[in-house]
């Protein structure tokens, strides 16, 4: 199994970027597929997720400004950002799993994860 991001960079506050994670291994429809983040001494937290039924859901941090979404083929995951934040600069990572709670973005639920991409967001 192999999951790749690409997409990220560097942007001004109020940007935007559309990160990519292509996998292969497996099929993106048959696994909850999440985007999380991580930023310099900071706990890696759950962006936004969507499930095997196309169930989705968004950290409030994020919500209205974040789109997740999954190509027909189930190959490749995205995340459509817009209004981007300083907040938001950290490390980006996809991430394949089947949670089994109401919350579906916790880290402990995903077995499989790329190798990151980083988004900077300046003021």
């Known amino acids: 199994v192999q999951l790749v991001e690409s997409g990220g960079g560097s942007v001004q506050s109020g940007g935007s970027l559309r990160l990519s994670c292509a996998a292969s291994?497996?099929?993106?429809?048959?696994?909850?597929m999440g985007w999380f983040r991580q930023a310099p001494g900071k706990k890696r937290e759950g962006v936004a997720m969507?499930?095997?039924?196309?169930?989705?859901d968004y950290a409030d941090s994020v919500k209205g400004r974040f789109t997740i979404s999954r190509d027909n083929a189930k190959t490749t995951l995205y995340l459509q950002m817009n209004n981007l934040e300083p907040e938001d600069t950290a490390m980006y990572y996809c991430?394949?799993?089947?949670?089994?709670?109401?919350?579906?973005?916790?880290?402990?639920?995903?077995?499989?994860w790329g190798q990151g991409t980083q988004v900077t967001v300046s003021s």
């Open positions: 291994g497996l099929t993106t429809s048959t696994y909850c």
């Open positions: 969507i499930d095997i039924d196309d169930t989705i």
């Open positions: 991430a394949a799993g089947s949670p089994q709670s109401s919350d579906r973005l916790q880290t402990r639920d995903y077995s499989y």
